[in-house]
């Protein structure tokens, strides 16, 4: 019994530890062992907290009106978000994992997946390989990471939840052999799996259904009939069968991104035009199905890593938009914008790709969304005004005439977050 | 000023039509025999590709300070208040390498030497104290940032 199985398929999952709040401790490490919380960018709820917040009672969601006086006398810091500066180091942590491992899926800002399938042949020792990729992302990001290797989807996702739970994985729990697989479904609970809702967990729970494990086991016939295909199919992820096309998604988005790495390498900027105007326009019905429009647009660009003789170039441009957005024309158009400016001739790129992020209710915003498109005239205004707050610090210049931008930039004022990656006014202060 | 063109180009594989920008002085080229410069264009040259070898572990910093100024020796210590630093935080840096570090509950630019287990910070800047570090302690709680390897200033007018 104690020979190794190898699956047809292996995938590794990571997911950022709170990772708005590790975004603003990577660059105030001070802040490390303090409670930290990051707000909304207008209603002020709380949207990210590290564990020390968490142990001081504060959730996701929370209005932060009714914590104030928590946080001035528990002394909690509190920051503004910054999707700028998440936009970048999500790219940096993606491109630091893709240089040990070429396929991935951008799942989230803070979230992927990534095809290992075959990698044993390189990579003799999985937990070794995870270990590296752990150590490099903190030495270059200083935010720290979860690991979880499985051999299909959803059980990478029970693998990164033991691994954040069990202090003694150190990040990494590897589930690579039946025995261990069957450990840890036996101890996970059926409500924490990957694709049940709260609905779904009802249901199991009043079937007696209440691990992961007691799930699995269910028949077919009976998976089929209360939880449809979709549920048929994360019953097989747990048996070790690898669902690709799975299609439970969460309620919500926090952020949209595609990045599919090309087929062949990519050199003239024509089809990468092509390809950012393709997910953008994709990324609008996702926008608009969930009723939701995008604040910011990140482009991101990189060559093959593994090509060792090719010249490597990779670069990222997040443009905050002029107003929170779902309309394929103007997310295009800042989109394109920002891609010509990151673009550079003579490199073999292997991936583009488009993250929306800080998305907004289509309700709040619903009188902008039909408000016309800006003028042209508006859009070279804008450009300039971008321009002049790149090089001399983000809010110089601002639109006085609209009132939601007026409240919006009060808002962000109220706590400090530098943009430390993508404002030369906020770069970090070394003594 | 840069000037875009629309042209053909045989630079690296034959047949690839591309845009690609040059210098004003090439483009006025409209009618009339081609310059024969344009058969060797190349990519304009790029800071980046100078200063930075591993673009996503790179920080700039800012320098607040005078900590890694030398008065004495000007020439040699050229770290000063306002300065723009180059960080990696891939490079492994080597005994007498600039390097920022967080130690002391604060981001600090010192030269490095190792000592045993023991990292000593030294400032060029001789009013200032030696650090010395000890970055697996956990109590301490310091690590190395990353190694600096550029720094820009914009070199001061005389009267």
């Known amino acids: 019994m104690t020979c190794p199985i190898t699956f047809s398929t292996m995938q590794e999952h990571f997911d950022a530890l709170s990772f708005y709040a590790s975004c603003h401790i990577s660059f105030q490490h001070a802040l490390r062992k303090q409670p930290v919380i990051v707000l909304s960018n207008n209603d002020g709820n709380v949207v990210a907290q590290n564990d020390k917040a968490k142990k001081l009672g504060i959730t996701r969601g929370t209005p932060y009106f009714r914590i104030k006086e928590q946080v001035r006398q528990q002394g909690i810091h509190v920051f503004s978000s910054t999707y700028p500066l998440y936009g970048d180091m999500s790219r940096r942590i993606f491109a630091i994992i893709g240089r040990f491992i070429e396929r991935v899926e951008v799942y989230s800002i803070d979230e992927g997946f990534f095809d290992l399938t075959g990698y044993e042949a390189i990579y003799p020792d999985l937990r070794q390989l995870a270990q590296r990729i752990q150590e490099t992302t903190l030495r270059s990001s200083r935010i720290p990471i979860n690991i979880g290797i499985a051999p299909t989807k959803t059980l990478c996702k029970v693998a990164t939840w033991f691994a954040k739970k069990h202090t003694e994985h150190r990040g990494i729990c590897v589930l690579d052999t039946p025995a261990k697989i069957k450990e840890a479904l036996h101890e996970f609970a059926v409500g924490d799996l990957w694709g049940i809702g709260d609905r779904y967990e009802q249901l199991l729970l009043q079937q007696g259904i209440q691990t992961a494990a007691q799930l699995r086991d269910a028949p077919d016939d009976w998976v089929r009939q209360f939880m449809t295909v979709t549920g048929l199919r994360l019953v097989y992820e747990l048996r070790e069968q690898p669902c690709k096309a799975l299609e439970i998604e969460p309620a919500r988005k926090k952020s949209i991104c595609t990045a599919p790495s090309f087929g062949t390498p990519v050199s003239a900027l024509e089809p990468l035009r092509e390809a950012v105007t393709t997910y953008l326009s994709r990324a609008a019905v996702k926008l608009r199905n969930q009723a939701s429009a995008a604040s910011y647009i990140t482009v991101l660009l990189h060559t093959n890593y593994f090509r060792t003789n090719d010249r490597q170039y990779s670069n990222s441009r997040t443009v905050k938009l002029p107003h929170p957005s779902c309309s394929d024309g103007e997310l295009i158009r800042y989109g394109l914008a920002a891609l010509e400016s990151i673009y550079r001739e003579g490199y073999n790129f292997q991936k583009v790709g488009i993250l929306l992020t800080d998305l907004v209710d289509w309700d709040h915003r619903q009188y902008t969304i039909f408000e016309e498109e800006p003028d042209e005239r508006w859009k070279r205004v804008y450009s300039a005004v971008d321009q002049i707050n790149h090089r001399f610090g983000r809010g110089r210049v601002r639109l006085a005439s609209k009132g939601y931008e007026e409240s919006a930039w009060l808002m962000k004022q109220n706590f400090r977050s530098p943009c430390y990656t993508t404002q030369w006014s906020d770069l970090l202060r070394v003594h | ?159």
């Open chain 2, 1 to 159: 000023m840069k000037t875009r063109v629309r042209t053909r180009f045989t630079i690296r594989k034959a047949g690839i039509k591309s845009r690609l920008k040059v210098p004003l002085f090439l483009s006025r080229v409209h009618c009339g025999f081609p310059s024969p410069a344009t058969d060797f264009l190349e990519n304009v040259l790029d800071l980046n590709e100078l200063c930075i070898v591993h673009p996503d572990d790179t920080y700039f910093v800012r320098v607040e300070g005078n900590s890694m100024v030398n008065p004495s020796a000007r020439l040699n210590s050229r770290i000063d208040d306002g300065d723009i630093l180059v960080v990696d935080c891939l490079v492994e840096p080597v005994d007498g390498q600039v390097i920022v570090a967080f130690v002391n509950d604060g981001y600090v630019v010192r030269r490095m030497k190792r000592v045993g287990e023991m990292l000593l910070l030294k400032a060029d800047n001789p009013h200032y104290e030696p650090i010395y570090m000890h970055p697996g302690d956990p109590g301490e709680d310091s690590f190395v940032f990353g190694a600096v390897t550029w720094v820009f200033f914009k070199p001061t007018v005389l009267p």
